[in-house]
């Protein structure tokens, strides 16, 4: 069975500070997605990192891919109250049709104004 | 272009009833994933529909079923509803692999409540 651990579960912090979330996997996947949710809503897809040792960037969000493929880091540069959310950490492994999902149990952050 | 749509939005259904709900997928897409998410917990892989047939399947018991239609939209049935099956359930929609971006979009979710 494939297992994506998230830590922390819960997170807290100031309008302004910086955060690190992280996700670890038992094994290898196509790709790693990371996803925020908000109440009531689905998922939304922030990046897909594919390449051991790769790095991505959205604004002031920056996704690293471990070399091995098996662990991945979300962190944020001065967090807003908007960032506030569910973010999820996705396995991505190939069907017959698209790709199947495997996700953590999420790291749920607060930012408080 | 018109988005992942899921019907009903909630729902409250007693134990041992059988429940249908309802997906339409984005415009274009041919693959439907289904999910069920729990409250603090993420979302688990329920099964996959492709080309009208069950593509992969998570842990879940046959008393959870589904179909797809010609038009790609679907329908996840579940029967002899538990408590435990109480969740959020998520339709995801993409392109296949071969047909290259295959990034998935969620619906809102259906709100489940077995009591």
């Known amino acids: 069975t494939q297992l994506l651990e998230q830590s922390p579960q819960f997170l807290s912090i100031q309008e302004g500070e910086n955060l690190t979330v992280y996700c670890n996997s038992s094994s290898v996947f196509s790709s790693l997605q990371w996803y925020r949710q908000e109440p009531g809503e689905g998922p939304v897809l922030l990046v897909t990192?594919?390449?051991?040792?790769e790095v991505k960037k959205l604004k002031r969000l920056t996704f690293q891919f471990g070399d091995a493929r098996k662990d991945s880091s979300l962190h944020i540069t001065a967090a807003q109250p908007g960032d506030t959310g569910l973010y999820l950490c996705?396995?991505?492994?190939?069907?017959?049709?698209?790709?199947?999902?495997?996700f953590g149990k999420g790291t749920k952050l607060s930012v408080i104004p | 272009e018109t988005g992942v749509t899921q019907s009903p939005t909630h729902l409250i259904k007693t134990r041992g009833q059988q429940v249908t709900l309802r997906c339409s997928s984005q415009?274009?897409?041919?693959?439907v994933s289904w999910y069920q998410q729990a409250l603090g917990q993420g979302p688990q892989f329920i099964f996959q529909?492709?080309?009208?047939?069950?593509?992969g399947r998570g842990n879940f018991p046959p008393r959870f079923s589904g179909l797809q239609f010609p038009n790609y939209s679907s329908e996840l049935n579940v029967n002899a509803l538990e408590l435990d099956d109480s969740a959020l359930y998520l339709c995801a929609s993409s392109l296949a692999i071969l047909q290259g971006n295959t990034e998935a979009f969620f619906g809102q979710g259906t709100r489940l409540t077995v009591v």
């Open positions: 529909y492709y080309r009208e047939e069950e593509n």
């Open positions: 996705a396995g991505a492994h190939p069907g017959a049709g698209s790709y199947q999902l495997t």
């Open positions: 415009s274009g897409h041919n693959t």
């Open positions: 990192v594919v390449t051991g040792g």
